[in-house]
């Protein structure tokens, strides 16, 4: 029986990789499935979008049937619906392959959550910034080796094979959380019955859209800077290759930001200073012409609030209501991730340029720390962890 926490953060970080290693399966072989579907980029996109749209309706459910079925059988439960890659490897409507992204983004959610509620439950007050650091990793690295391997599947075996690599792979993630152990000092506590007190779920709600603002603000800049090199003259092939560098360099510095914090004993002053940087980079890059030097100082400092940013519910979700508590944070975050690109759009159309998209970055970014207050002042009326 596995006891050691680094052993258990590697199986749920293997975990979590799958979910962002089947998310960018669609986007990652977009031309071969417009050939094979006939359909065009719009539905690409929808397709793209779907893996997230049940988040918001099922992020408090997931919490709910953690809860009661416990962490194993419920992150089971969530891998096997991301099988759902499955009915889009065997067949050849459009609508299965809708039916089949809507079924993995279902389990995708439930599987967010919990993994979450299970990291917190193995690292509350013992270096948790860096570990959340090295977990919230798993999603640029599982997007990443997404795009290195499946167009090379793709081309060479064609789409259904690709959807069935990524259904193999978590088929793997299946197998390894068989492995996953509760930690002993919270197994009593989380089988125990738990209510979520009015200030634990306002701070859960606070830090839940902290954590979703944070990320439409990085989401702002991958979404909408191609769009705005693109407007300065740069080919569509150099504006993704320089906007890709924020994603790479964040994968180091959402790291150093969690051993930062750890080490200094100050996760907060590494949250407000990271998030104040990056959104000033964000209005340098919309609004001046440096390119280069601005994009790779976005990426140094773009993930360094992640660890201290994901760790707060921690501060104030009990045991035994982690679950729950997960589940609103999570359907805050995901009402956001929704909202935030569409405002984004609307300002980058209203004006007529790409750069209003990343001054609503910014400004979302400026709104953490100011959250962040909030969160404090409620969390001094939470019992203690």
Not at 60 to 79: E, H, N, S, W, Y
Not at 107 to 116: E, I, R, Y
Not at 153 to 162: F, P, Q, R, Y
Request: charged share 5%.
């Amino acid at each position: 029986m596995l006891r050691n926490r680094w052993a258990i953060l590697a199986i749920l970080f293997a975990a979590r990789f799958t979910m962002a290693f089947q998310f960018q399966s669609v986007a990652a072989i977009a031309p071969l499935l417009s050939r094979k579907f006939a359909v065009n980029l719009a539905d690409i996109g929808l397709l793209i979008g779907l893996y997230f749209t049940p988040g918001v309706a099922l992020s408090l459910p997931g919490g709910v049937i953690g809860q009661r079925f416990g962490d194993k059988a419920t992150v089971a439960f969530a891998l096997a619906l991301m099988l759902g890659s499955l009915v889009m490897a065997f067949t050849d409507g459009w609508s299965w392959q809708i039916a089949g992204r809507l079924a993995a983004g279902a389990g995708a959610v439930v599987l967010n959550v919990h993994l979450t509620k299970m990291m917190t439950d193995w690292f509350a007050g013992q270096q948790i910034a860096t570990a959340m650091a090295i977990f919230v990793n798993s999603w640029p690295a599982g997007v990443g080796i997404s795009l290195l391997m499946l167009p090379v599947i793709g081309t060479a075996h064609g789409v259904s094979a690709v959807f069935l690599a990524v259904a193999a792979l978590i088929a793997i993630g299946i197998v390894l959380i068989m492995f996953y152990r509760q930690p002993p000092a919270t197994m009593a506590q989380a089988t125990a019955a738990g209510r979520l007190g009015m200030h634990a779920l306002v701070a859960a709600i606070d830090a839940g859209l902290i954590w979703g603002l944070f990320n439409v603000g990085f989401a702002m800049i991958l979404s909408f800077g191609p769009s705005l090199f693109v407007e300065r003259g740069w080919t569509i092939t150099g504006a993704g290759s320089i906007v890709s560098i924020v994603l790479w360099l964040s994968v180091l510095s959402v790291a150093l930001g969690g051993v930062a914090a750890d080490r200094l004993k100050r996760p907060q002053t590494i949250l407000v200073t990271g998030t104040i940087l990056f959104a000033g980079l964000m209005l340098l890059l919309a609004h001046a012409s440096i390119a280069f030097p601005t994009v790779i100082a976005i990426g140094l400092v773009s993930g360094l609030s992640a660890g201290p940013m994901i760790s707060l519910p921690a501060h104030v979700l009990q045991p035994a209501t982690r679950a729950i508590g997960m589940g609103i944070f999570y359907t805050i975050y995901y009402a956001a991730m929704m909202l935030g690109p569409v405002i984004g759009g609307a300002s980058a159309k209203w004006s007529g340029s790409a750069a209003a998209a990343l001054d609503c970055g910014a400004l979302a970014l400026l709104a953490c720390p100011l959250l962040l207050l909030l969160f404090n002042r409620i969390a001094q009326a939470v019992p203690p962890v």
